[in-house]
Nanobody, 122 residues
Framework: QVQVVESGGGLVQAGGSLRLSCEVS??????????MGWYRQAPGKQRDLIAT???????NYADSVKGRFTISRDNGKNAVYLQMNSLKPEDTAFYYC??????????????WGQGTQVTVSS
């Protein structure tokens, strides 16, 4: 069973920084990770992609966070991080970690963490 666990959310003032962490683990199986990423969902809104990073290190960011957020990963720990700087009140949302794994059939399966709340006060 695959487990995805996030940590690092909290309350911060506008202009401040937070760092989110996410680790994926599985018992009885070898993880073959295609990509890892972060999404966020504000109340009453859809879940949006924030940033992704593939196994070779290529990254992709939503326009709203470019230049402020940085995604990174530690392949040895099966972990992904999101450094968030210059936070704005509109960054307030529940942040979810996504892990996309290759399965034995050559397909891709998505796994999600439970989410962590980020609140930015003005």
């Amino acid at each position: 069973q695959v487990q995805v666990v996030e940590s690092g959310g909290g309350l911060v003032q506008a202009g401040g920084s937070l760092r989110l962490s996410c680790e994926v683990s599985a018992s009885g199986m070898v993880l073959s990770i295609n990509s890892m990423g972060w999404y966020r969902q504000a109340p009453g809104k859809q879940r949006d992609l924030i940033a992704t990073i593939i196994s070779r290190g290529g990254t992709n960011y939503a326009d709203s966070v470019k230049g402020r957020f940085t995604i990174s990963r530690d392949n040895g720990k099966n972990a992904v991080y999101l450094q968030m700087n210059s936070l704005k009140p509109e960054d307030t949302a529940f942040y979810y970690c996504n892990v996309r794994l290759w399965d034995v059939r050559g397909g891709l399966d998505d796994y999600w963490g439970q989410g962590t709340q980020v609140t930015v006060s003005s």
